[in-house]
């Protein structure tokens, strides 16, 4: 090496074969992320590298987590107009444009995260290497933030790889490997790690030609043929987004389609796009839920606990889950039960987990080993984590925790699953009430980021942390809530069910209750959700909480359960279901559904999330909105429960709330909250 130059962001170092490396290393961070000033010095940057005259150019990263995980989304959210949005994007074409016209061979070397800006960084070098392992992970996953890429990334995708791969890379956000980015020509090779220097080198000598896409690509990008593809890939995206909710994909494919045949125009037209997607109000709300998951992951982040073995007691539908994401999270785990056939069951599901999930065989046996089913129970005296998920009795898990309580290692973490059952009740039989924390994971484990740390008033900060701290690691949203009933999930969506009932009690079909929700944003309508989730749970929740709250339980919903009609498990709930899908009768074409059916759904949401803040529940509004999304799949492009109420304007809600009372009831009683809501 004969010389470096270093600034913040960049170093340059040139070597004797006259090859410039220009390592990316942003400080201070774990991770590197396209900042506005980093892009600002790799300008400068690119100048001194010209003034070389090199032979070639590459660019890597010095982190051990990847390349470049995309642009700096936080930055996003400072965008204060749509011209400021053009400008920004306008100033990175500008440097891509320039780092593309360079008149000697340029390479990405590319090891890990290389996503969205990192990736359309990439695209304009002339070739990219990616290093050969499942840990390599390249996509534009900007869709996810209500925009598509907008660093000339929709023109050069295409360009490179063709319109249909890149379109569905574009449109689902998903990433590929190193070796499937070779196969799909998005890399020009993809190698073992310590060959990736090498192959850098042996590039810039040999330059071979660029990758181009085949004949069947390029004719899927020709005038003629774009209208029928945009059309058959608007119909795949109907299915999973609404346009006036996710606008995204759509402002996408007709960007493709009526420019793709002028790189220049359609160069112009991207910065346009993605300008206005900028501003709009999904794209907020999206990059607001992006803040608030990185909040919920920073919980816990003060603990430095480390759990190795984690003791599972009831090996039911939650404990053999939760026993089983542990395992596959790489955790030695011990499942207790009464009955090793209760064991065998759950055993049976974790291996059909595994087997989704990992796929290789030798990593399913590994998971499976590290999984012990353990009636005698010996798991608990090595355990740093005992959960406890045995059925929602108190009586018998006061008993239980006793026993743990004497068995396990004395800075064990102790936890209890309990979906109801206030937590300082279930720790009245123990010495230390202080060690015992709630870990509240939801149904179906596997699926549900959010896990609810739960508190009570003896419950020690450091207990909370660890919990925290340890949800995280096993790829968990935690989430603090107070001790209460219900807590905060639970506690919000079961109004929200409940109303869907009473709906349902005065002749309103089912399916056009659901398509309300649908409309208003939800993933799933109520009358599926509670057929999913389970009428006899849903009807135990309700009537645990309606000792404590205003809800009445409705008859229809205890009918159904005393005729063991119990949803989707059962094959018949308030749908038929077959095959694992709701049979949904079509709407009489001449029934007209009531105007108000998602407002009277959503404002009973509303307002417990009003009393639940009013009782701290939860810290702050934030942390609710990101508890109801992540916890229930609350419309994230609306941003939250909160910040919805604040975006329509809080008298006008309550104004509205107190009109549904009228019309429809007391459980629409505005709550005491509302009137300290700024
Ligand atoms: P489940 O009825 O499917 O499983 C309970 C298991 O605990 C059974 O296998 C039973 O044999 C075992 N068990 C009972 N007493 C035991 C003891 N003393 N020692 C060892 N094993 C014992 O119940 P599920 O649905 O898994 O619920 C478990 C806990 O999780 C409850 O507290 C529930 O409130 C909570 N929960 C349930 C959710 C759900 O959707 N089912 C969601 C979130 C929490």
Redesign the pocket.
Known sequence: MNEITTNEYWRLETYDDNIVWLHFDTPGSATNVLKWDALDELQVKLKEVVQKHPRGLVILSDKASGFIVGADVHSFAQIESREQAEQALSRVHKLFFRLESLGFPTVALIHGFCLGGGLELSLACKYRIARNDDGTRLGFPEVRLGIFPGFGGSVRSVRRIGPIKALDLMLSGRTVSGRAAQHMKLVDLAVPQRQLKAAARYIIHKQPPQQKPGWLDQLANSAPLRPALAWYLRRQVAKKARPEHYPAPYALLAHWQHHASHPREMYNNEVKQVADLIMGRTAQNLVRVFQLQERLKAQGKQSDFKAQHVHV???????GDIAAWCAFKGYRVSL???TAR?LGAAVKRAHTLFKRKLKKPRLIQAAMDRLMPDVEGHGLKRADVVIE????DLK?KQK?FAEIEKQAPADALLAS????IPLQQIAENLQNPQRLVGL????PVAQMLLVEIVSSEQTDADAAQKAARFAKDIGKLPLPVRSSPGFLVNRILMPYLLEAVNLLDEGVPAAAIDEAALQFGMPMGPVELSDV?GLD?CLSVAEKLSGFLAIEVPENLQKKVQFKQLGKKSGHGFYRWEKGKAQKEAIDKDYTPPLDIAERLVFRMFNECVACLRESVVEDADLLDAGIIFGTGFAPFRGGPMHYIKSQGVSDMQHKLENLQQQHGEQFTTDKGWNALS
């Open positions: 007691i009831g090996g039911g539908i939650m404990g207790q039960d009464q209760q998920a045995i059925f929602e018998v239980l699953n309990t979906s109801s509240h994971f939801f149904n989730v749970i």
